[in-house]
């Protein structure tokens, strides 16, 4: 402490400034870190959409690493981009404000749901069983798959207790929905009363749906400002929901559809019997101190039959 108070008593602030540290000096400037910094906000290459790190060095005359720190440092990206739209609802602050005040501060003795839907997913299937992995065998499926249509998936997403509830449909109509509502009803304890978030579909706001809110008083709808999808994505789980829709399907086909087979019962592959009658394949060998795979330029000896 007194070597800072003499300095300060000699030098003032000057005085508390750090000294130069032994080693390497700077080779770039920070007239070199502006014009890198003013060059990539405010102009594009003439054959590129964006700038890159090595696009830029060559016309800034420093290194692709050096332009890479620059760009870490402020945090610049120039090859990312996000999307925002304005919505021209009339009702767009009341909307959002009853919107986010679910979120912040749900009611007492109430579920807060988003709700979102997602159609025309394809249901696939193999045209044969997978089989099961086994030692040095890894597990197989069939090339090829059958389509058996399309369906919509409705799912909830619980704010508090992060629990989703979804079901599948044939198709995508007001009639869905209404067995959707039914369902929440079903899952819902009576006590609690319910708040769905949701957007503006056509399917939300028909007379059958009306009248089903009409017959079901805890249910309240929360419609999202119009034209909005993209702005209220990041502050309303229930758009979100469309990200892991793929993870919802299969869950709720692995739920529903048993098992084909016992993961632990190995069935025999079929082959081509004629190639079963002239050929016969040795096995590779097992290389414990290497890779279990046989080299692909070691041709496999085959054996006539007798």
């Not at 249901?123 to 369906?151: C, E, F, K, N, Q």
């Not at 079901?167 to 079903?186: C, G, I, M, N, Y």
């Not at 299969?250 to 190639?275: C, G, N, T, W």
Request: proline content about 9%; aromatic content about 4%.
């Amino acid at each position: 402490m007194t070597k800072w108070r003499n300095r300060f008593a000699v030098d003032r602030l000057e005085g508390l400034l750090d000294e130069p540290r032994p080693g390497r000096p700077r080779t770039i400037a920070d007239e070199d870190v502006e014009r890198v910094i003013t060059a990539t906000l405010e102009s594009t290459p003439r054959n590129a959409t964006h700038w890159s790190t090595r696009s830029m060095a060559e016309h800034a005359g420093l290194s692709q690493t050096a332009v890479s720190r620059i760009w870490r440092a402020f945090g610049l990206a120039p090859h990312r981009q996000d999307s925002w739209k304005l919505s021209k609802d009339p009702q767009f602050i009341d909307k959002v404000r009853d919107v986010v005040g679910l979120y912040l501060n749900p009611p007492e003795r109430a579920v807060v749901l988003c709700v979102d839907e997602k159609s025309q997913i394809q249901a696939l299937d193999r045209t044969a069983p997978i089989l099961p992995m086994m030692p040095g065998v890894p597990a197989r499926a069939s090339h090829d798959y059958v389509r058996a249509g399309t369906s919509s998936l409705y799912a909830a997403l619980d704010l508090t207790t992060g629990k989703v509830i979804g079901s599948l449909h044939s198709r995508h109509r007001a009639v869905e929905f209404k067995k959707f509502l039914t369902t929440l009803d079903q899952q819902v304890p009576a006590d609690l009363a319910v708040h769905v978030v949701l957007d503006n579909a056509s399917t939300h706001k028909t007379p059958a749906i009306k009248k089903w809110l009409a017959a079901h008083p805890r249910f309240a709808l929360h419609f999202t400002p119009t034209r909005l999808r993209h702005g209220l994505a990041r502050a309303e789980p229930a758009l979100v929901l469309a990200q892991p829709r793929r993870t919802l399907v299969r869950r709720a086909h692995h739920q529903e559809a048993p098992a084909r087979h016992s993961p632990l019962r190995a069935r025999p592959q079929r082959r081509h019997p004629q190639l079963d009658h002239h050929l016969e394949r040795r096995p590779p060998p097992l290389r414990v101190d290497q890779d279990r795979r046989p080299d692909p330029r070691i041709h496999r000896q085959v054996l006539p039959t007798n």
